[in-house]
């Protein structure tokens, strides 16, 4: 039974830290209040992230993670790299579409759209026809202005200092 | 023994969604790697919000809430809330010098700071005196300049849409 009277559209973008993080940090609220989360991550699979051994122990959800593990800067990008960010989207077709679900995150697609790995129509044809109580979260940096305008809640995290400026690396447990 | 080789001061300000949400988001990671974390929501006590449900059952997760479960708008503000603010900044100095903990999250920290609950010149110094190995993350909007001077690492969630701006009214799970 859908626990959402109306699910939105929600993005998170911009070129600052806590897109993900947010959209982790919404997915356990759902969770506590009995909602069923699942999470497609595209272009991130294999990369190593500390929310991935948390991910599992959690009731009601479900985490799945595409892509070769290695940021996407090939142009035109690599043949690999377009057909697993398409498989994401296909599931992310069916899970939206059963409406099994009450929230469904889509981590990092607005990077998959950027870069043209997956067709902006068939992501437009998706949230058109989403059940109504499903609720939809899209993260990435460079949202696509046809996706902005279509959706309801839209967020820019926008960076105002960050040490990676200073030459700072990635640390474990923070940054991944 | 401490995790962080060396610990940063994070800010998430700015009117848009998200802020608590990357600051829990940053949690889970941090506990997928074993870190240790303490939330202390300023302000925060007494609503009822989804995260609080599941926050019990993560390992590796300290969370203490306080205030009186209202927004404070009074000017001058109550007694009461002071106190509260107060409280959880006693609190907050007691853990993040004990050293014991990898991640310290202050949340709505800055509002507490902008509606003057508490002391800057308190809050200052706790940040220049934390042990080097601890993460500190302030969330809030309004996070006063002085703050974000000190601070490593700032985001600002920027509102880019809303449909409160519609009428629309908080959702169980997902907004709280």
Redesign the interface.
Known sequence: MP????G?I?V?T?N???????????A????????KVYIIQFIKGGFD???????DK?PNLTLKAFGRGKFVTEKPPRREDVDSANEALTLAEEKVKSGEY??VILDEINVALSLKLIDIRRVMEMLKTKPNHV?LVLTGRSAPDTL?RV?????????????YNEGFSA????E?
Do not use: W
């Not at 609220?29 to 909602?35: E, F, K, T, V």
């Not at 992230?49 to 991910?55: D, K």
């Not at 640390?171 to 923070?174: F, H, L, Q, V």
């Open positions: 626990k959402l009277e109306k939105l929600q998170y911009g600052g830290k806590g897109k993900t993080s947010a959209a982790f940090g919404l356990l609220r759902a969770m506590g209040r009995g909602l992230y500390g929310e991935l051994y948390v991910a959690l009450d929230v609720e902005v959706a309801d809640l839209v967020t820019e995290m926008k960076e105002i200092k960050h040490p640390r474990k447990g923070i991944y």
